[in-house]
């Protein structure tokens, strides 16, 4: 019997209640601590070969027949007032068929307040007349002063949401007892997503059915929204979404161009697509938002921390979220006295997005550099204040940890930290090495409500289907994985149907590393399921009882040494096939589910030119169930890479007067490429998390990202003494980091 | 004004309007879409192809300068061992890149079958993966022939 219970359900840090409904089935154990069949053993993308061979259909690669072409007029200023606008012109030019402008569709304002912000849109029968038609819309605008300085955006009063204060214990008082107090003011920049694939979609009325066909990362996320602000039933909205190129946190929703299209297709009759150039990507796509973090810490001469602080300022932007910046200094330590304070800035600039682990890759960079400031001035070693202050439970409501092996990543760390004298000595002519490590603390343990269905054919082989969205991940290969290995199916034999909300049931958002611990576990209950109906039906034909019987290796197993492949069995049933389902079960109840892990990075800095090269990062990470090594050691690296561009390339640029986008495209942009690539090391515990789910699998997308930067950084403080406290890591503020450093030097060895 | 593109051997006639780039004649009016266009604007690679085994940022190409070379694109090189080698590696994440990577990859090894690990950075600089495959599309060409 189904029974309703109330679960808690987090995404991106955000935790919300919510209602699920639990089959009263047996629960199934997990899979035993090390690889399976399948499960644990590297396996190839099953849709490589699709997607090497460029025969994968994206949403860019789709061409409907009739299908026109949006294009955007976005405001040239940061903000500014329509004061008049006539779109007569452009409706009027060669291949126009529709036109909309404010009041049209909600998306398009007459008062932008970001450059970038959608204002307009015509739809013509190629995207060259619609960027033509955009020149004729006739607009006077009036340019009003932006309002761009975070700080004097909140004294203003100027805030995307409420203040946020936290306190833990009495910092006062923890400050007081401390030996030693460093602080520093430390500030990220903003980074933009730019996945290679830009947002969009193509709409399409069919009968009283909306089609979109969009690249998403959360297809029934686009489903419902869609069919909020339309007023339609949510069946009436389909949304696809088989290939997608790349999201990182920014294709968690319809966006503008979604419902420009839509608008569009309405008023045309025709499909529409609506895609970003790589500039509008650029401008209007969202962004990691930049910040200021003010830190204090507090500690005792042993290094026990006795007070951490922190004054956090998100430059959100027009529109967004103030993330969880504060979130590292309030979960990664066993700190009794914490005090954080954090405002979300709105400002005249284009709207943030949660981009991989937003708020923490931001706050550790902050709280990490400053506890090696902190392990400095104590004379201590990093590694060891840092395990000193491990948190053995949760300190922000006292809740134990599902899991934690923060500790064995620390221990697994210590041979690549124990290098540090080797790789100082690398040092020669203007260059110099060293080591730094960071730690890592993040979500990702997914949550139901997720499903999945396991169709099994006379012929013995499986399909699974759900409308979940692979991103980029891997985890249609993943899903296969944990079907064959519960089916005891080759993996040769296990297909994926995913992309689809009309041909699947409800599949949870790829976002905040949840896929696979959301999905897993639905896509193994629903291979059990099938599983047991197999079973059930050669116990019955084999006059044999079912709990001798098991499935392996294509074939179903007696206990008295019998077997039969699997299609024998199955081959019964002529056309008739089985289907297995399965739902996500709750979260375990009181505890924190988290993932960990610590990076250590060597790097070269020329303290002559300021060039930062990061040589080497090791990277540790304790994400329960690996389910596929080789896709994930693919993630960790691919996490790293992003983390070595926001560390030291990555900045998009504003003019500071006008508050415009300097940095519109990919040569003014710096995305790293094959040549920026250190020696990467990459160990996963693949420790089951035991109170996880049929699967003890957390998700792996953040993780890898959130140390990178402190990791870095403290290896230029360990190379050259400089202090770094702005990211990123330009020749110009490696340069100053380096001036500075040694007037300190010079003051310290001056006599008193 | 119609002109005859040899595109993967085979010679097709296409009329595209003046100022169309390559990249467009190939994914619209020959529906090759299996070369990708991520920027436009010829920073990325996404959307290389060969004209005569040299790799060419088609999204800036136009394409009626392409004239009698032999334009070489993903759909061409289908059954190139580097195909099998991106797999086998996991050379790609989204795969939104992968075809402009292999194009590129494949240029570099018909000119030189056993490029170093620099020539292979060196050839490969200028097609971005956002993803951070980069590691594994290293593998993939250095180990090519496998």
Redesign the interface.
Known sequence: MARLIRTEKEVEGRYTEQWVVVDEDEAIDQWPQGPGAVVGRSA??L????????????T??L?LPGMLHAAVLRSPFARARVKKIDLAPARKAPGVLGAVGPGDVHVLTDEPGFHGAPVAAVAADSP?AARRALDLIDVEWEELEPLLDPEEAIRQGSLIEDERIYDRGDAGAGFAEADVIVEGEYRTQTVV??????HQSVCRWEGDTLEVYISTQYIWGIRDAVAAKLGLPQDQVRVVCN????G?GAKNGPGDYTYIAIALASQTGRPVRCAL??REENLAAGNRNSTIQRLRAGARADGTLTALEGDFVNAVGWDGWSGPTYGPMEMLYACDNVHTRSNGAKLNLPPNAAFRAPGFVEGTFGLECLLDELASRLELDPLELRTRNHADADLVDGRPYSSKNLLECYRRAEPHWARRDEVRARSHGTWRYGVGLASQIWYGGGGPPSYAWVRIGSDGRATVITAMQD????TRTAMAQIAAEELGLPLERVRVTLGDSARGPYASISAGSSTTPSMGPAVRAAAADAARQIIEIAAQRHHLEERVLSLKDGRVVSADGGSWPIEEITGLLDDAQILGKGARGPNPTGMRVLTFGIQVADVAVDVETGEVRVERIAAIHDIGRVINP??A???V??????GIGHTLSEERLVDPRTGTVLTQ???AYK?????D?PE?VVELLDIPDEHLTNLGSKGLGEPPIIPTAAAIVNAIRDATGAEVHTLPVTREEMLRALAEARERAKLEAAPA | MAIDLKVNGVVQQVDPPVGRTLAESLREDLGLTGTKVACGEGHCGACTVQLDGLPVLSCITLVHTVGDREVTTIEGLRDHPLIDAFVRTDALQCGFCTPGQIVSAAALVAAEPEPSVERVRHAMAGNLCRCGAYPRIEEAVLTWRD
């Open positions: 190839p993308r849709d490589g070969y699709e997607r090497a061979r460029g025969q994968a259909a994206y860019a690669d061409a060259a997503h730019n996945a290679m694939e830009t290939f997608m190129g790349g990182f150039t790589r991103i980029g991940t891997g080789l896709g050691r693919s993630q690296e691919g996490g790293i890479i992003q495209t990919l040569d995305l790293p490429t094959i040549a690539v990467m």
